[in-house]
């Protein structure tokens, strides 16, 4: 956003300051050409003058004198003729024969002038030619030609421009400082709002940002804080009654558990299948004690994530699945399932090993349990792109479209599975291990029957290593 903000401004500056200078650029240049212009002319009405009073006298020595002297002080050539074009003085190695000057001559002895077309620039180069008719408006008595040099007013026009330029260059200077600190003062309280917002929307404590910048962002970060205190103060006890409920009922579980398992001794045989559905729900209320704990140290995990970059997190994917296939295979042929498992070389993921742990067991765990007996369950490890791909395949019965896009909410379970052990909370869980390290958890059909879950996860840079 600074940058957008700043290039806004700078960009108006810019426009701003052009249509100052590029102006100021011309004028300069005119009024030096105008100048010239003015002197020429000048000098144009006095040999003009001299002319005229030759044609009356018939001396034309003053007139010759004048133009020698003109020629030697400036360096600038002079042609003047009378009414019959003969030349009378022509001086600085131009001739009245000359094309060029042919022509300006027969226009003056039409009593037409010539003079600057055109302003001058500081590449102007060479000469230009002026001409006027001597005489009066009914009588033209000869012609003045004058080939004056534009090198002395290019240079002024080049040091005029050049000091417009320099200042030009100070505004610019000036109006980019000053661009750059309206964007720090407007856009630093933007920062600091969003990182509080970052650690607000992850469940931590958000930084309290400083009231600065403009009033109404001083106003914004005032309100933010009153809410992100209200906020924080609502997850943090929403969070502490989750963990705590969950612990302190594990003391009070196991005491249960220890009383049941004593007056077992003492029940009838009758009462063996009321104590197998006791101890059936206390195995449940266990297993959902230990999932929520585990739901939410993953959401925990998850914010704390979101707010870092968990740079240092290094696995190989590939280990991690030969090791977990180590682990299930026992289980899964209790369970008569065939479990494979395909991983090759080393495949470097953004995690650590305990988290691509737990995830691979949430997801083998639900196929060995869903999948029923005879199945085949296929776990594989592979890179998408930058990406590291872990997927579980099984060939069971699977779920359908509704039920996937409701597998990963809270204590779902398909309704054909209610008697099923199992919280509902697992495949949540691996969403929120796979959220916090910027993954995500993809459940789809497999064709005839079955279903495939994958565990997308960043890959480490070519050079990262894995730890």
């Not at 006095?46 to 004048?66: I, K, N, P, V």
């Not at 930084?207 to 970060?221: C, D, H, I, V, Y």
């Not at 969070?239 to 009383?259: E, F, G, K, Y």
Request: charged share 20%; aromatic share 4%.
């Amino acid at each position: 956003m600074r940058t957008r903000v700043q290039t806004v401004l700078l960009v108006f500056g810019t426009l701003v300051v052009a249509a100052f200078a590029v102006p100021l650029l011309l004028f300069t240049a005119s009024d030096r050409t105008q100048q010239l212009a003015l002197a020429r002319s000048a000098d144009l009405d006095r040999f003009a003058s001299l002319t005229d009073q030759a044609a009356a006298t018939g001396d034309t020595s003053a007139l010759a004198a004048e133009a020698r002297r003109y020629t030697q002080l400036y360096g600038e050539a002079l042609v003047v003729t009378d009414a019959r074009r003969v030349p009378v003085v022509q001086t600085g190695g131009m001739r009245a024969a000359d094309p060029a000057v042919s022509r300006l001559v027969d226009a003056a002895l039409r009593n037409q002038t010539a003079h600057l077309k055109g302003a001058l620039r500081p590449w102007s180069r060479g000469y230009r030619m002026f001409a006027e008719p001597a005489g009066t408006g009914t009588q033209v008595t000869g012609a003045v030609v004058l080939r004056a040099s534009v090198g002395a007013a290019a240079a002024d026009i080049t040091r005029r421009w050049a000091a417009v330029l320099a200042g030009t260059a100070l505004v610019a200077v000036a109006c980019t400082a000053l661009a750059r600190a309206a964007t720090h003062w407007v856009v630093s309280p933007l920062r600091r709002l969003d990182r509080a917002v970052g650690r607000l929307a992850a469940g931590l404590p958000p930084e309290q940002t400083s009231a600065g910048g403009p009033p109404e962002l001083r106003q914004l970060a005032t309100g933010f804080n009153r809410m992100a205190g209200t906020v924080t103060a609502a997850l943090e006890q929403q969070r502490r009654l989750v963990a705590d409920t969950s612990h302190q009922m594990r003391n009070p579980m196991a005491a249960l558990r220890l009383r049941v398992d004593a007056l077992h001794t003492h029940l009838p045989a009758a009462a063996d299948r009321t104590y197998t559905g006791v101890t059936a729900e206390l195995d449940r209320l266990e297993a959902l004690l230990d999932d929520m704990l585990a739901l939410a140290s993953a959401e925990h995990r998850a914010g704390v994530l979101a707010v870092s970059d968990g740079a240092d997190a290094r696995c190989d994917a590939a280990e991690v699945a030969l090791t977990q296939h180590r682990r299930w295979e026992p289980l899964a042929r209790r369970a008569g399932a065939r479990l494979t498992t395909e991983a090759g070389t080393p495949v470097p993921a953004a995690c650590t090993d305990d988290e691509l742990a737990q995830i691979t067991d949430i997801l083998l765990d639900n196929a060995l349990k869903y999948a029923g007996p005879d199945a085949t369950v296929v776990l594989r490890c592979t890179t998408e792109n930058d990406r590291v791909v872990l997927t579980v395949t099984d060939d069971g019965p699977g779920l359908t479209e509704e039920e996937i896009s409701q597998a990963t909410t809270r204590f779902w379970r398909a309704a054909r599975h209610r008697g099923t052990t199992g919280t509902g909370l697992g495949l949540a869980i691996a969403e929120q291990l796979l959220a916090g390290r910027g993954g995500r958890l993809e459940l789809s059909l497999v064709r005839p029957h079955g279903l495939r879950a994958r565990a997308v996860l960043p890959g480490v840079p070519a050079g990262g290593g894995a730890s």
